[in-house]
């Protein structure tokens, strides 16, 4: 959904474990989801997306998964690595419309 | 490949001048969007422009900003008049066709931040 002027949510993880970063979107509509990565400074960056007939999909390191009755969405990365630390954003849109809906965002941290 | 290359990177203008960014799409890509981002918020849709056309705008300020898409050349996004509240970090994006809903990604620049002092 729209986010507000709130403080970033925060996640601090291991170097080399796992990292789920969750994300509730607004629209029941809403049939493409796509995941960016933005570090400090630059443009966000595409990881991975998933249409709403999948429930899951599967990159390098990253998986996303979709629970369309709970409208909901993830990120896992596999075995982070310090490169991963950036704010992870979920965008949602629809068939036919030519617009991202951008979630609030999750700081991920890594720590050594 | 260039990506989408967004110019100047970082403005200052003082309040009441005028701010012009500009942003060229991917190769191949006909179709652009602009989007704002407040520190420490999620990007928020301004407008979509195809060649010479203005598709949504439904999220741009009613006053002071505007868009185009030229047949040649860049796109422009020019604010009028800054205030302080204007201050954030533009990006313009692009995609080779229409409906993000069937999957066509949609590529951001490194974007223009926009100080208003």
């Known amino acids: 959904g729209e986010s507000v002027g709130l403080h970033l949510p925060t996640l601090s993880v291991q170097e080399g474990d796992n990292s789920i970063i969750n994300c509730a979107y607004s629209?029941?509509?809403?049939?493409?989801f796509i995941w960016y990565k933005q570090e400090s400074g630059k443009g966000p960056q595409f990881i991975i997306d998933?249409?709403?007939?999948?429930d899951k999909r599967q990159g390098q390191r990253v998986t996303v998964l979709l629970n369309k009755t709970v409208k909901h969405l993830s990120l896992q990365i596999a075995a982070t690595q310090p490169g991963d630390s950036a704010v992870y954003f979920c965008a949602e849109s629809f068939q036919g419309a030519q617009k991202l809906v951008f979630g609030q965002g999750t700081r991920l941290t890594i720590n050594p | 490949n260039a990506g989408v290359m967004q110019n100047p990177r970082h403005l200052v203008r003082r309040r009441g001048q005028e701010a012009r960014l500009r942003c060229s799409p991917m190769?191949?890509?006909?179709?652009v969007y602009w989007y704002r981002q407040l520190p420490e918020e999620g990007l928020k849709f301004m407008v979509y422009l195809q060649k010479e056309n203005i598709i949504d705008e439904s999220g741009m300020p009613k006053e002071r900003f505007s868009a185009e898409f030229p047949k040649e050349g860049p796109s422009i996004l020019r604010i009028q008049q800054v205030v302080r509240g204007d201050s954030a970090a533009y990006f313009c994006?692009?995609?080779?066709?229409?409906?993000?809903?069937?999957?066509?990604?949609?590529?951001f620049g490194e974007g223009s931040w926009l100080t208003v002092v």
């Open positions: 190769k191949g890509h006909s179709h």
């Open positions: 998933i249409r709403s007939n999948m």
């Open positions: 629209n029941s509509a809403s049939d493409y």
């Open positions: 994006a692009s995609s080779p066709r229409t409906s993000t809903g069937s999957g066509n990604t949609i590529y």
